[in-house]
């Protein structure tokens, strides 16, 4: 019974970690994000919330590319966790700070009046995000962090993992969206730079949490 409850509880930790991977991934607010809420505005929620989706197929793709590419280091991944985790937290807590100083709306940019098909707000967020390879160093970062890639799991683990990350994504972007939507008499530059600051300091909080939680877990055992 025992055995049962944790194996479930390590599950749902799984997919908790995944989900936060997919939502750090998407949430600062670059040129697609920027962009993501001036369609909301300009063009309507769905509108937004396609441009969100053509990100998220890209990031997903960064993310097999990151994946693929630390599952040839098993035996590295596998003797340095710790190490690797601590350094994940280092990374992250730098990329929120980047993230708080950053100012998103120097990315903004004048937007088409017309509403355009879905299909093609859907492929030019992809290809602005596609556009950003540092997105990899985001998503070693975060793998590091949260040991994404575990030596000798099953491939339908993985397929989890990664559609976790992928649903992720889409709750920021369903969240943002809806949110941007429901305060748009009341949204305007200086909110946008609220809210940037707002995910900074989130990332900043989480990386500290996880480097405090891998330091005492390594004491501790």
Known sequence: MQHELDRTSNHTRFIGERLIVGVVVSA????????CIQRTLNKGRWYGFVTGLG???????????????????????AKNQVLLQIIGSVMLFFFGIYTFRSNPVQSIRPVSSTPGSYLHNFVTAFFVTLSNPLIIFLFIGLFARFSFVMPGSPIGFQ???????????????????????KVRTRFNLRGIWILNRVIGIVVMLISAAGFIYTILGKTMY
Do not use: H, K, Q, R
């Open 159 to 181: 397929l989890v993992g990664y559609l976790a990350i992928v649903l992720g994504a889409l709750l920021w972007w369903f969240g943002i969206t809806y949110f941007v939507n």
């Open 28 to 35: 600062p607010l670059g040129p697609v994000g920027v962009l």
């Open 55 to 77: 990100a998220a197929l890209s990031d997903i793709g960064y993310a097999l590319i990151t994946g693929y590419g630390m599952s040839f280091m098993d035996d590295f991944l």
